[in-house]
């Protein structure tokens, strides 16, 4: 459906450099990423707001890479709604109909089917300036959607919102997403929409793109030290890996590990915190168990934050809020870390991951 070569494009002082990714019809991509990484530039150039320096991008099978925006039907939403202030609701997402030459009875129908999916009905008759956050962000989303466009870009559209107003449009989106299967790429630095949202993920760094593919390869198996931080990993050290008849045996300032993996020299290495069980479980298989020292306890609603000490080295692990009163343990106490040799990923050092 949209695939981006070798994409390169200069804004000032920024340079966004090779970009290159594919996408299925249907999919939910998610570009993660920190604020100046160049997310915005690279929808922008996807809309054909700036064109790219080199590379090309195809839609559908054809090359668009010099077609103007206006001849691209692309849906687009900022981050903030960007409605024009002096129509109402209805005009405003009957703008891009309007300008296309739909006609009348059929503008009707698509507003009727998309208030209704969006739940914005009652909203039609106000003024722009009398909605809430989320209601223009809605109104914003059915203004893109209201052009039956093959491709959606979202550009941080939830950011804005408070909390509950973000997990009404959140569970709007997905419900959008699963009745018009209309294929999305959403740039956002929250990983918690990612992760819901999400069929494919990359993460941008600086303007390059440095890991793009299945949302559970990345989580789980990130293929640079930037990633797995950016991901929350947390426990991210440099090892040196043997291999082993099965799997490796990693060595990390004198800890030794086991992977299941088949890596051999230097490497990064990363536990997700989720992964970690504390005191180790007598039923992770063959696991890795490390006596420990904790040394901080924080709550984090769903779960508590455990930092222990294994050797002068900082582990971080996730216990679920069951599993922690039902075991509840203290600042100081003694126990051990558990984790099984398939949750300890191993990636290269240069950043294409094994």
Avoid: W
């Avoid at 209601?135 to 550009?155: G, H, M």
């Avoid at 203290?330 to 558990?338: D, E, V």
């Amino acid at each position: 459906m949209l695939t981006l070569n070798a994409v390169c494009r200069s804004v000032g002082d920024f340079a966004m450099q090779g970009i290159s990714f594919n996408i299925a019809e249907g999919d939910y991509a998610v570009i993660l990423g920190p604020t100046g990484c160049g997310k915005t530039v690279l929808l922008e150039t996807i809309a054909g707001i700036g064109r790219p320096d080199s590379g090309t991008i195809h839609m559908a099978g054809e090359n668009i890479t010099r077609k103007p925006p206006e001849k691209r039907n692309i849906g687009f939403v900022y981050q903030r709604s960007m409605l024009f202030p002096h129509y109402s609701v209805e005009r405003n997402i009957r703008y891009g109909m309007r300008l296309r030459g739909v006609p009348a009875r059929k503008q009707a129908d698509r507003l009727a089917t998309l208030a209704e999916m969006l739940g914005i009905g009652d909203l039609l008759g106000r003024d722009v300036a009398n909605l809430s956050g989320g209601e223009s962000q809605k109104v914003a989303l059915a203004r893109a959607l209201a052009i039956e466009p093959p491709l959606l870009l979202l550009d941080e559209p939830l950011a804005p919102l408070d909390p509950p107003s973000r997990e009404n449009l959140r569970n709007e989106i997905i419900k959008m997403h699963r009745e018009l299967g209309t294929t999305i790429v959403h740039v956002t630095h929250d990983q918690l929409t990612a992760r819901i949202l999400a069929t494919k993920i990359g993460v941008m760094s600086r303007g390059g793109l440095q890991q793009f593919g299945d949302a559970d390869d990345l989580f789980h198996r990130p293929a640079s030290e930037f990633v797995a931080r950016f991901v929350g990993m947390e426990n991210v050290y440099c090892g040196y890996a043997r291999r082993l008849a099965s799997g490796a045996q990693v060595e990390v300032d004198g800890l030794v590990l086991r992977t299941a993996l088949d890596v051999e020299g230097r490497v990064g290495v990363c536990i997700s915190p989720e992964m970690i069980h504390l005191p180790a479980a007598d039923d992770n298989g063959p696991a890795n168990s490390l006596p420990a020292v904790v040394r901080e306890v924080s709550d984090r609603g769903a779960a508590f934050r455990v930092v222990a000490d294994v050797e002068g080295r900082p582990f971080v692990a996730n216990v679920s809020r069951r599993d922690y009163e039902r075991q509840p343990i203290a600042p100081g106490a003694q126990t051990t870390l558990g984790f099984a040799p398939e949750n300890v990923h191993c990636f290269s050092q240069k950043g294409d991951g094994q």
